[in-house]
């Protein structure tokens, strides 16, 4: 089984950034794909950014440019630095760990952009 967790949301003004991390348990991090989804309110999930095992990424529209994923594989922990926030970036953050046909789910940090 494998836990994630998430953290480093908050309130932030417009403009501004916030870097957010998903520590996972487990040894088998590295052979991971990570990726980061936000859900606003009265939306569906949305996928924002991935990072595969080999450190590849791809990032959706809204999020390229601003936001950046990463991974430190001796941490256990994934990453996304986001910059340049909007008001419409407001959301649930989820971090999601795949390997082969397995995922698994952080319990999710709000994100607030918000004068």
């Known amino acids: 089984q494998v836990q994630l967790v998430e953290s480093g949301g908050g309130l932030v003004q417009p403009g501004g950034s916030l870097r957010l991390s998903c520590a996972a348990s487990?040894?088998?991090?590295?052979?991971?794909?990570m990726s980061w989804f936000r859900q606003a309110l009265g939306n569906q999930r949305e996928l924002v950014a991935t990072?595969?095992?080999?450190?590849?990424?791809n990032y959706s529209d809204s999020a390229k440019g601003r936001f950046t994923i990463s991974r430190d594989n001796t941490k256990n922990t994934a990453y996304l630095q986001m910059n340049s926030l909007k008001p419409e970036d407001t959301a649930v953050y989820y971090c999601?760990?795949?390997?082969?046909?397995?995922?698994?789910w952080g319990q999710g940090t709000q994100v607030t952009v918000s004068s």
């Open positions: 999601r760990a795949r390997i082969f046909a397995r995922a698994y």
């Open positions: 487990g040894r088998t991090f590295s052979s991971f794909f």
């Open positions: 990072i595969t095992s080999d450190g590849s990424t």
